[in-house]
């Protein structure tokens, strides 16, 4: 049982942790998502941070999330008779292959990296799969288990380790091809292409459909006006939720789904500019 392990892992960065450093927890007591707010972590989730230390810009560090969301999706599938969706830019939604199931959210993705105006020092991507823990009562609209998709438990030390070597590969391919080799299986994963939306940003909100995603990984959002726009970070929801399913081949439209719909999930530590994302 840990605090965090989002806490741990960067604080074995600032002290010089290597790269592929994993650390995993039973429990967290004050597990988080984005914007500090709370994320149940209960006995029966994976609950885990990976220290990594790409040699990238800092303006490539959003993408991450978004590859690393297609190995989550990847084992998820593996287990069983479950269909994945991906929400950008950090949620992993699933639901049973059955007739009239719906997508709900299982996992959500949190980076954050200590990185100068050129160069990223170390980066923490906290990952928490709802597997075999009970989901809150207020969630249960929103979120789902594995346990729950499959009707029953799932091997977690299985999904683990089936999960590292689908990240380790991802990543790899990330490092040398960047995220362009990797966009057209995000796209086909996609929960929103095709979907009306509402975008909110600090000084504006509006409508439109989510049509793409960039190779720079933003979210490419054609309004009322008939201009495409490409969103960095802002508040992304859906004009309804959750979603009947739709099998591969068809266009989809925290713990809860609204709470991380924030494509702005790259925070930093204080004195660390964030780019790309508005404080």
Not at 50 to 67: D, E
Not at 87 to 105: E, H, I, Q, T
Not at 161 to 168: A, F, G, I, S, T
Not at 173 to 185: I, V
Request: hydrophobic residues 35%; glycine residues 8%; positive net charge.
């Amino acid at each position: 049982q840990l605090d965090s392990t989002q806490t741990r892992a960067k604080t074995l960065a600032g002290l010089g942790g290597k790269e592929g450093t994993v650390v995993l927890a039973e429990k967290q007591t004050s597990g988080r998502g984005r914007l500090n707010r709370e994320w149940h972590s209960a006995d029966g989730g994976l609950w885990f941070s990976i220290l990594l230390r790409p040699a990238i810009q800092p303006s490539q560090v959003p993408q991450l999330p978004l590859i690393f969301s297609i190995a989550v999706a990847d084992a998820l599938e593996k287990t069983g008779a479950v269909t994945c969706k991906l929400k950008w830019p950090n949620d992993v939604w699933l639901a049973p292959k059955k007739p009239k199931s719906k997508f709900k959210k299982v996992c959500g993705i949190l980076s954050e990296m200590s990185a100068e105006s050129d160069k990223v020092n170390w980066l923490v991507t906290g990952i928490g799969i709802n597997v075999n823990n009970k989901i809150p009562p207020a969630l249960r609209k929103q979120a789902i288990s594995l346990h729950e998709a499959l009707g029953h438990k799932a091997n977690r030390s299985e999904l683990l380790v089936n999960l590292l070597e689908r990240m380790e590969k991802t990543y790899e391919d990330f490092l040398k091809n960047g995220f362009n080799s990797l966009r057209k299986t995000y796209l086909h994963r996609s929960l929103l292409t095709g979907k009306r939306v509402t975008v909110t940003e600090l000084t504006r909100t509006y409508t439109g459909i989510a049509e793409s995603i960039a190779p720079d990984g933003s979210l490419l959002i054609r309004d009322k006006t008939h201009k495409l726009r490409a969103v960095l970070a802002g508040d992304i929801t859906l004009s309804s939720s959750p979603l009947p399913v739709r099998r591969r081949g068809e266009t989809g439209d925290d713990q809860g789904g609204g709470e991380n719909q924030n494509p702005s999930n790259i925070s930093h530590p204080p004195n660390t500019p964030a780019p790309n994302t508005p404080r």
